[in-house]
């Protein structure tokens, strides 16, 4: 049986603006998408919210979100399917990061800022309000 060796790879995802409201939502499916596939996540992180050359789906501004992974080369083709066919995304790119080493690519992680920022946009949660007797109740 011959082992395939894992690789790593920089993927670049352009999200709606919208997306800033759920941010969390995007970094899912990067990460639902990618650990489908068995692909390991090295580091994830915004790298902002930016005005496109040109309208992409009728959007002026997009998120963008950078990504470095490992997989093995026979799930690449599955993974860029998989992005091309999600409905969230504007655009995707995944090219092989042979110009960076593990220490390079989780230097520029930023999974927790992500996670702060995801917290931050998540829509509060309202507590009922505790009713207040009226007169005459005990």
């Not at 352009?14 to 995007?26: H, R, T």
């Not at 930023?110 to 005990?138: F, M, Y």
Request: glycine share 6%.
């Amino acid at each position: 049986m011959r082992v395939i060796p894992k690789i790593s790879y920089e993927g670049l995802f352009l999200f709606p603006q919208s997306v800033n409201v759920d941010i969390k939502a995007a970094v899912e499916l990067i990460k639902e998408t990618l650990g489908k596939h068995g692909a390991e996540i090295i580091a994830l992180k915004k790298w902002g919210d930016r005005q496109l050359a040109y309208p992409i789906n009728k959007q002026k501004r997009g998120v963008y979100i950078l990504c470095f992974f490992s997989v093995t080369t026979d799930k690449m083709q599955a993974i860029e399917r998989a992005f091309n066919l999600s409905d969230a995304l504007l655009r995707q790119m995944i090219v092989r990061a042979d110009h960076l080493n593990i220490e390079e690519m989780k230097a520029v992680d930023g999974q927790l800022d992500l996670l702060v920022d995801a917290n931050l946009r998540a829509p509060a949660i309202t507590t009922p309000a505790v009713p207040v007797p009226t007169v005459g109740e005990n």
